[in-house]
C-alpha cells in the first residue's frame, strides 16, 4: 500500500452504500474486523486469518481493507510506526480516543466539538466543511501497567 492512498486518519462517512455480495474473503476479514474495537493492520489480520485456518494471502487481506475503506465500513489510522490500521466503525460521524501505548480505540460522539468546528469554518468563510477529532493518551490497562 501507498502512504499517499491513505490519510492519516480516515472516517466513515453518512451516506449508505450500495455494496456488491460479498466474497468469503471479506466476510472473514469483516467478522474479525467486528469483533474488536481496536485497530489492527493488515498483518495482523491477516495473521490472525492464517490462525483460524482461513486462507487469503496478504495483499487479498490488503485489498479486501482497501475497498472497506473506500466504503466508509472502516476507520483508518497511521499508527506510530507509519502502518496504516483498520477497525470496525459505526456509519454515523465519530471522533476516537486513542491510546497511544497500544492502539485501543473508544469511538466517541462529538458533541461540542461538532458547533465549534462548524462556527470555525464559517468564521474563515469556509463552506462544506469536514473535521475528524482523534485524541491520543494512554488507556486505563495502559496507565496501570506504567504504575507497577
Known sequence: MNSEDTPPFGTASAAPVQRPRRT????????????GNDFRTAQQLHAQLTANGEQASLATVYR????FARNGEVDTWRNPAGEVAYRHCSPRHHHHLICRQCGRTVEIAGGPAEEWALRVATEHGFTQA??????????????SRGKE
Do not use: K, S
Not at 479486501?64 to 475497498?67: F, G, R, T
Not at 469536514?130 to 488507556?139: A, K, M, N, R, S
Open 24 to 35: 468469503r474473503q471479506q466476510r472473514v476479514i469483516r467478522e474479525i474486523l467486528d469483533q
Open 64 to 67: 479486501v481493507l482497501q475497498n
Open 130 to 143: 469536514e473535521h475528524h477529532v482523534e485524541i491520543y493518551g494512554l488507556c486505563p490497562l495502559c496507565t
